[in-house]
């Protein structure tokens, strides 16, 4: 292709890895920049991603919706025609899972690092990441 490298990427973030971000909102805005399609995969139930995504002010190309997140790699894979597939992850699982599907893994502290973005404090004791999951007017 003739462009430079920008916007030929599909990056997928696993929505444990967005968790960890301080900012998802933000670091899905600078992706943009940079990546010419972004969403994410998840094995949670597709209202867990949407309540996630609406309340960080996330817009997403793509996102698993009730497909598992294998099935969701190789779709979004063969519907976004880019030169590279990346997809932040947390865990051993979900490098395996990158790997088998022919998909880069970067797990989301080494993207933090090389992105400049900031990950969410979850070792001042006072869980400030996971409290903003919680709603107490939840019934």
Partial sequence: MSMSGSGEMTLAFELSALKALASPGAVFEDARRWTRYVGVISDQ???????????????????????????SLDSVKSQFDTDRHVFVG????????????????????????????????DDDGEGTANEEDVRDDWP
């Fill in 45 to 71: 139930p597709t209202y867990v991603v949407t309540n996630f995504t609406r309340k960080n002010r996330i817009r997403q190309d793509f996102f698993s919706g009730p497909k598992g997140r294998a099935e």
């Fill in 90 to 121: 947390v865990t051993d699982e979900d490098r395996k899972l990158a790997e088998e599907h022919d998909w880069e893994f970067l797990h989301v502290e080494d993207a933090a690092e090389a992105a400049e973005w900031d990950l969410a404090s």
